[in-house]
């Protein structure tokens, strides 16, 4: 099986990282900003899904 791409990949892990730097934002009382960076957390991992599907029904056969 073909490697998933690595744009799915570095859009999980920038997700994962913006969670992170959210997590730390609240530890040190900046409350303001962990709603933005959780919304951009987010969007990363949403990106990093619609990218996995479409490359999977992109690797299916096309029956017409």
Excluded: C, N
Aim: proline share 3%; glycine share 6%; net charge positive.
């Amino acid at each position: 099986m073909k490697q998933i791409p690595s744009g799915v990949a570095a859009l999980a892990v920038l997700g994962t990282a913006l969670v992170s730097f959210a997590f730390q934002l609240r530890a040190q009382g900046y409350e303001q900003y962990v709603q933005d960076v959780a919304f951009l957390a987010g969007t990363a991992y949403f990106a990093a899904i619609m990218a996995a599907v479409m490359w999977l029904s992109a690797r299916r056969p096309h029956s017409s």
